[in-house]
């Protein structure tokens, strides 16, 4: 399996993967479920302070032995980490993991054609922040 980071000098330009295509279907693969999108989306929302085991139940309305399977799924994906707190377990969602498999997915946008993928990029410019950096000159090149 490929864990580092690999670049790439392709149409004169460098770019960056950040996560590997087994680890993408690793991440896919655990969110293939409805139950594991709805935990994972609510983890990201939490943030850095994550949710125990109860608070994911009563917010979702999963019971806690169903729920207990899909978070051990999303654990073993590396979509979300634990931590022991006294009797409870805290949940929180591996965000660098989900902006690594974003990168994944947007490496080499449009080929050749790097300015095509500026426009695209500025018609959604509340998704900037979780892309790879893609810089272009006025000139019309684009570099990652």
């Not at 654990?75 to 591996?94: D, F, K």
Request: aromatic share 6%.
């Amino acid at each position: 399996m490929d864990d580092g980071i690999e670049s790439a000098d392709v149409a004169g330009f460098t770019t960056v993967q950040s996560a590997s295509k087994s680890q993408a279907l690793q991440v896919f693969e655990a969110l293939s479920s409805s139950v594991r999108l709805d935990v994972f989306r609510l983890l990201v929302q939490a943030g850095s302070n994550g949710r125990v085991a109860g608070e994911i139940s009563t917010a979702l309305s999963v019971p806690p032995t169903n729920l207990s399977f899909h978070l051990k799924a999303l654990v073993q994906s590396g979509l979300l980490s634990v931590e022991q707190e006294g009797r409870y377990q805290r949940y929180r969602a591996n965000i660098a993991l989900m902006l690594e498999t974003i990168a994944f997915l947007t490496a080499n946008c449009c080929g050749d054609s790097p300015e095509e993928c500026d426009e695209l990029r500025r018609s959604l410019p509340a998704l900037e922040p979780f892309l790879p950096p893609l810089v272009c000159s006025p000139e019309g090149g684009c570099n990652k």
